[in-house]
């Protein structure tokens, strides 16, 4: 029976399916709730005696039962997706994963969306791994001083304790790979977090075996200096690749989630060299066939950047082993090769690598063909080689329970596995307003609860209209844009008959000064204002407060500069209007019927974003259009007209903008494009008795 709760907690299935959930609820909801949702530490504090005697009661004995019908169902489900011709087996290399508040390894939007990657291929039973670090302090929590300053705060992580288990080799010895270090060699020791169907491998310098300054690789995430930066990418690409290969697991497609994994290019070319004995020309064709990279950043300056000098100290006693040159390496991750002073760009290096590279939503496409094309001289750039996947959320991840039910009801039992085009979304036309309404209100009433809770926002009124911006506090994304007319934003949130009011969230990254002066001005902006609140250390479990519970999302972000963004998805899902900028995904995912678009002057031939013109413009869509859609309500004192935009959100969201059609986008663009490469290559060498 213990070994069963453990098999449970130890499957992070249960970070989306809520009749797990309920199972670690019924054996103690309060000690779940103050392990911030994490069912080991659940299990640990309960103790075997504990966990068995609550294991007793009958509601228990229920909330077991249906757990394990939901497991067996999902583990059961055949693949949602034709298989490809070739064997595929698809790793998925990320220097963060957000699967769960439970497991901080992850900071933000990049990482969410490669747990969103994970979970949707566990739903469709697609063949993929994740590779990533596992990290002693993760990010670091947001803290606000007594100024409304940020400030971080690093608590160590006890492994155990973590839903993860450390993996073992053949004999059941603990496993560890090496990964070179300059002239050294670092230990690595490999865990292994299951996500449903997929299984993500972390990789974990602190070991005893390791000298101090190799132990602490992996202490915390984003490291800012490229002294220590460098090192955490050599882990994750070098000693990931080679993990899989301690692992038996033969990969057909590698991709490089974001320029962090740039060097699994080079161990792949190491590999096919040294294991399958291929020429220097044969392992650069074959390691090409086989990478798929996506770039995220809409900024050349959003790429990590290693000096040559750092380069050469770090990797050339592994390049000159593995037979690379090192200036040729570095050029490859140079705007202009030869040019020596330059440093080296991940994103080149990954863009020249990749036989598949592509921008995170279309416009975002356009935007990196411009920005990256010197890596093919001589090409239009509307010939750059840069295509686009965009984005999507894993629905069962985000979607409120309350609406989910409704979703049930009215769209299909397996709502969240349909496709685009499924006839079937056409019934949440049929979900009743006032229905919907209940369920939408309850969940405002439970964020509203949350802020107060946390002593913010004491002025919140749950009944009216709630904007939620929340999202990484970087100057670019101008969280302070209606704070540029503070007058009329008081009047905005205060106004006696249709009150605006506004609840922030978000972290800025600790070196990132500018954006922790904005920052400071909106906790100062939440102290003034009794119906704004700011809500510390943003993460999944607030995140899913504020995209479920908020009536509109804000994104005024410069436009173009935004590569995606994913809040306004799971927020859109969830009925929750969109207000943004259209840039990223609302670009293309805008529509008059579903949320609103925020003017804005800039295009590619004129760059320069007018502030006050934009947040002029904001604000009258704030006073007028959105305040009037919310505040007009009917005779039961039903605001069907906002009604029916939350339905159109829904469907046309959920369907277009899921993880799942994301995942399947990567695999009919990317992933069997890939490994049909792959296949004839193989088979073009069958001549060579090394393959
Ligand atoms: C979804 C999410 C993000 C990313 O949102 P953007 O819209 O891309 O800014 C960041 N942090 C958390 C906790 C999230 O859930």
Redesign the pocket.
Known sequence: MLAELRDFALDLFWSWEPRVQALFKALDSQIWEESKHNPVVLLASLGEAGAESALQRPQAQAALSEARAARAAYKSRPPAFNAAEAPLQIAYFSLEF?ISEALPIYS??LG?LAGDHLKAASDLGLPLIGVGLLYREGFGHQRIGEDGGQFEEYTASDFPLLPLSRVVDRSGLPLTVTCPLGPATVTVAVWKAQVGRVDLYLLDTDLPENQPEFRSITDRLYVPEAHRRLPQEMVLGIGGVRALGALEIEATVFHMNEGHGFLVATERLNFLRRERGLTAAAAEQAARASLIFTTHTPIAAGSDFFPPHLVQQLLSPYLEETGMDLEHFLDLGRKQPGSTDEPLCTTYVGLRSAGCSVGVSKLHGEVSRRLWKDAWPGLPESEVPIGSVTNG?HLPSWVSPELAALLQLHVAQDWWNLSADDRRWAGVENIDPAALWAAHTQLRHRLVRHARSAGEGGGLDPEALVVGF???FATYKRANLLVSDRERLHALVNGSERPVQFIFAGKSHPADLPGKAILREIVQLAREEPRIAFLED???E??RLL?QGSDVWL?NPRRLLEA?????M?AGANGVLNLSILDGWWDEGYRPTAGWAIPSSVSFEEPQADDAGEAKALFELLEGEVAGAFYARDSAGLPLRWLAMMRDSISHTAANFSARRMVLDYLADCYAPATERVDRLRRSTVGNPTN
């Open positions: 957000g933000g939007g969410i959320v929340s999202r990484r943003y993460d999944i607030v995140a995209v994104n995606s963004g994913t809040s306004g799971k």
